[in-house]
């Protein structure tokens, strides 16, 4: 049982491009968010899915796009990276709203 | 927005200590869970709290939730080096996030 797969786990973008985020999971969860932690701020959520078809912003949006064409799959697009988006991305999932969240290993991103 | 805050930042405890850390909410949650991350890791769930004045216990670790059902604690007894890491409190309220404390990060001297 994968439970909550993320990839990469780490990379690094010049200013200005863009890339994806993957984050999969296998237990058919309906809830999946993306959280960035930086240091001394803990995690922070980006965008949050209830389910396939539907998503929502979270407290730091901005620069960042979501889909949810899927149940297993939530990927996180950076449009046009800035350094200030260089952060420990974290994807995670659970069942309804009020149970445990998984979380995936992590990708480490840094945009110079 | 609904704002958790946690405190302390950091603790560093000798060996066989207790510690408590603490989480505050701006507004009234409708449950609070708290994570432990070890250094390079991912968040680990612990434990959930639902009802007001909850106490629940895991071992060293104690739980509570406060009658308001605005703040909780994590109490600690007797630390050990396996308690190394990061603790996070994170309060879910009628708008369906869960929004993250920032963390009191826990060393131990042995």
């Known amino acids: 049982n994968a439970g909550v797969t993320q990839t990469p786990k780490f990379q690094v973008l010049k200013t200005g491009q863009s890339m994806t985020l993957q984050c999969a999971q296998d237990?058919?969860?309906?809830?999946m968010s993306w959280y960035r932690q930086d240091p001394g701020m803990g995690l922070r959520l980006i965008h949050y899915?209830?389910?396939?078809?539907?998503?929502d912003q979270g407290e730091v949006p901005n620069g960042y796009n979501v889909s949810r064409s899927t149940t297993e799959d939530f990927p996180l697009r950076l449009l046009s990276a800035a350094p200030s988006q260089t952060s420990v991305y974290f994807c995670?999932?659970?069942?309804?709203?009020?149970?445990?969240?998984?979380f995936g290993q992590g990708t480490r991103l840094t945009v110079v | 927005g609904q704002q958790v805050m946690q405190i302390p930042q950091y603790q560093h405890v000798q060996e066989g200590e207790d510690f408590t850390t603490y989480c505050n909410s701006s507004?009234?949650?409708?449950?609070i869970q708290w994570y432990k991350q070890r250094p390079g890791g991912h968040p680990v769930f612990l434990i959930q709290l639902v009802k007001s004045g909850e106490v629940k216990k895991q071992k060293r670790l104690t739980f509570q939730f406060g009658e308001a059902k605005k703040n909780s604690s994590l109490h600690i007894t007797a630390t050990q080096t396996t308690d190394v890491g990061t603790y996070f409190c994170?309060?879910?309220?009628?708008?369906?996030?869960?929004?993250f404390g920032a963390g009191t990060t826990v060393t131990v001297r042995a």
């Open positions: 994170a309060g879910r309220s009628n708008d369906y996030k869960l929004s």
């Open positions: 507004t009234t949650l409708s449950n």
């Open positions: 237990m058919n969860h309906e809830y």
């Open positions: 899915s209830v389910g396939a078809g539907i998503t």
């Open positions: 995670a999932s659970s069942d309804s709203l009020n149970t445990e969240a998984f």
